[in-house]
């Protein structure tokens, strides 16, 4: 089976994935008893947790898609390319609303999805349908018409802490309900990918494909955590996952459930990151942080009394290292919440609230623009050093895909004009059949011919 799925870095694999052999030793209590064995708190979880199926319809990758060239070769015609098929994948989702039932799952397993079936730990097998997917942060909601769930109560992962005793339960290689053990190896980790907002768990629970949207548990049965991703070379366990905490999980599900989308704070700030050399050229006395290299007009940074040269160094008392963990901050906040944020400015340290504004939430299919980019989704790319257009999802063989097109990749220049909004990206390519894309990717600059 395969599922759309990014390359976070050379070691990093997106999985569908949380569970296979562990290796934690056993609480000696839970819930303040004696334990012998995990079996009762499995028992009261697992009826929560289930098994994903996913269908998509892809388009066919094909070597010999231009008709002359398989003349040459005596193939037949292809009829106008290389058509369609259709792939299946397996995930897994938390059941946490019994009465409307609403799942919680990963938006890399539904994402894209022409049809969606969860299986129950009673073998029953239903349909179900997205409610809402927010790819910053690898979290969905599905929702089935079933009566007699089983919900799992949402536990709150703050309070979370390392050397905790958790459990993963999930769909490891479409097996069904398999359960391991772990603890919590560290909190609050980020910088997995370069365009996602993160402060994962990370746990050393075996993870393995199928398991990813599977709930990670703590000793009084409650989730803490939705199974996201792991680092590996294999695409199988090495020890590190990562899973979505409850508190960015709920906040994602309340405003998709509340609004039908995602309202992303936004401080309305360029910034950089501040290092040692950077902080000695400007005769700063901190090291690190994030640089404020421009301010929007009328936003929440202005209303605040921001300025220009200011260096953000912590926000609701968190430290900010730079200016990708800024953006993780403020991105993980909703519109509308207030924040304290602490600043040098002048080499004293001041501190100032801000009312955070929403983040422009627009994006655009590829193929609303250009044939060729069809299967990519495009976004304004967030407030930070880079300003561009963001390729936010490109599915798996499909015409972006084919012509080398990947998730997270900044798009600066088309036919060597800046864009720096979608109707400038529209604009550029109304006038032109041919594309040359600037594209930046990590720290390398690209160039890509569209047709």
């Given at each position: 089976?395969?599922?759309?799925?990014?390359?976070?870095?050379?070691?990093?694999?997106?999985?569908?994935?949380?569970?296979?052999?562990?290796?934690?030793?056993?609480?000696?209590?839970?819930?303040?008893e004696p334990v012998s064995?995990?079996?009762?708190?499995?028992?009261?979880?697992?009826?929560?947790v289930v098994n994903i199926?996913?269908?998509?319809?892809?388009?066919?990758?094909?070597?010999?898609?231009?008709?002359?060239?398989?003349?040459?070769?005596?193939?037949?015609?292809?009829?106008?390319?290389?058509?369609?098929?259709?792939?299946?994948?397996?995930?897994?989702?938390?059941?946490?609303?019994?009465?409307?039932?609403?799942?919680?799952?990963?938006?890399?397993?539904?994402?894209?999805?022409?049809?969606?079936?969860?299986?129950?730990?009673?073998?029953?097998?239903?349909?179900?349908?997205?409610?809402?997917?927010?790819?910053?942060?690898?979290?969905?909601?599905?929702?089935?018409?079933?009566?007699?769930?089983?919900?799992?109560?949402?536990?709150?992962?703050?309070?979370?802490?390392?050397?905790?005793?958790?459990?993963?339960?999930?769909?490891?290689?479409?097996?069904?309900?398999?359960?391991?053990?772990?603890?919590?190896?560290?909190?609050?980790?980020?910088?997995?990918?370069?365009?996602?907002?993160?402060?994962?768990?990370?746990?050393?629970?075996?993870?393995?494909?199928?398991?990813?949207?599977?709930?990670?548990?703590?000793?009084?049965?409650?989730?803490?955590?939705?199974?996201?991703?792991?680092?590996?070379?294999?695409?199988?366990?090495?020890?590190?996952?990562?899973?979505?905490?409850?508190?960015?999980?709920?906040?994602?599900?309340?405003?998709?459930?509340?609004?039908?989308?995602?309202?992303?704070?936004?401080?309305?700030?360029?910034?950089?990151?501040?290092?040692?050399?950077?902080?000695?050229?400007?005769?700063n006395t901190v090291e690190?942080?994030?640089?404020?290299?421009?301010?929007?007009?009328?936003?929440?940074?202005?209303?605040?009394?921001?300025?220009?040269?200011?260096?953000?160094?912590?926000?609701?008392?968190?430290?900010?290292?730079?200016?990708?963990?800024?953006?993780?901050?403020?991105?993980?906040?909703?519109?509308?919440?207030?924040?304290?944020?602490?600043?040098?400015?002048?080499?004293?340290?001041?501190?100032?609230?801000?009312?955070?504004?929403?983040?422009?939430?627009?994006?655009?299919?590829?193929?609303?623009?250009?044939?060729?980019?069809?299967?990519?989704?495009?976004?304004?790319?967030?407030?930070?050093?880079?300003?561009?257009?963001?390729?936010?999802?490109?599915?798996?063989?499909?015409?972006?895909?084919?012509?080398?097109?990947?998730?997270?990749?900044?798009?600066?220049?088309?036919?060597?004009?800046?864009?720096?909004?979608?109707?400038?990206?529209?604009?550029?390519?109304?006038?032109?059949?041919?594309?040359?894309?600037?594209?930046?990717?990590?720290?390398?600059?690209?160039?890509?011919?569209?047709?």
């Open positions: 089976m395969t599922m759309n799925s990014r390359l976070l870095m050379p070691t990093l694999v997106l999985t569908l994935a949380y569970a296979g052999a562990a290796f934690a030793a056993l609480p000696q209590s839970v819930k303040g064995s995990l079996a009762p708190l499995v028992e009261q979880v697992s009826p929560a199926r996913v269908s998509q319809t892809v388009s066919r990758r094909d070597s010999f898609g231009d008709d002359a060239f398989r003349r040459f070769f005596g193939l037949p015609d292809s009829g106008g390319g290389g058509g369609s098929r259709e792939v299946a994948s397996a995930g897994s989702g938390v059941i946490v609303d019994a009465k409307r039932g609403y799942i919680l799952t990963n938006h890399h397993v539904v994402g894209g999805a022409d049809t969606i079936q969860i299986s129950l730990i009673d073998g029953s097998v239903h349909d179900a349908e997205i409610v809402g997917s927010d790819p910053a942060t690898d979290i969905a909601v599905i929702k089935v018409d079933v009566k007699g769930l089983s919900e799992m109560p949402i536990g709150d992962s703050s309070k979370a802490r390392v050397g905790d005793f958790v459990i993963a339960i999930g769909n490891p290689f479409g097996l069904g309900h398999t359960v391991t053990s772990g603890i919590i190896s560290a909190l609050g980790r980020s910088g997995i990918s370069r365009d996602a907002y993160e402060d994962f768990i990370q746990t050393d629970a075996s993870i393995n494909p199928g398991n990813s949207g599977g709930a990670l548990v703590n000793m009084n049965g409650e989730l803490i955590g939705i199974n996201s991703a792991i680092i590996s070379r294999s695409g199988g366990n090495v020890g590190i996952g990562f899973a979505v905490p409850t508190e960015i999980a709920s906040s994602i599900m309340t405003q998709i459930l509340d609004y039908g989308e995602v309202r992303r704070g936004l401080l309305g700030v360029n910034i950089q990151t501040i290092d040692a050399e950077a902080a000695k050229a400007l005769g690190n942080g994030a640089l404020i290299t421009g301010i929007q007009a009328d936003s929440a940074a202005e209303n605040a009394g921001l300025q220009v040269g200011d260096i953000i160094v912590e926000v609701n008392d968190k430290k900010v290292e730079g200016a990708a963990e800024l953006r993780n901050r403020i991105g993980l906040l909703r519109s509308g919440d207030e924040v304290r944020i602490k600043y040098l400015r002048d080499n004293k340290i001041l501190t100032a609230k801000a009312e955070l504004g929403q983040a422009q939430s627009q994006s655009v299919l590829g193929e609303e623009i250009h044939p060729g980019l069809a299967g990519a989704t495009f976004a304004v790319a967030a407030t930070g050093s880079d300003t561009g257009i963001e390729i936010q999802e490109v599915a798996d063989g499909t015409p972006a895909a084919q012509r080398g097109l990947r998730t997270g990749d900044l798009i600066t220049h088309v036919n060597r004009i800046r864009v720096q909004s979608l109707e400038e990206l529209r604009d550029v390519a109304s006038r032109y059949d041919i594309l040359f894309l600037n594209v930046r990717r990590g720290d390398r600059a690209l160039m890509f011919q569209i047709r």
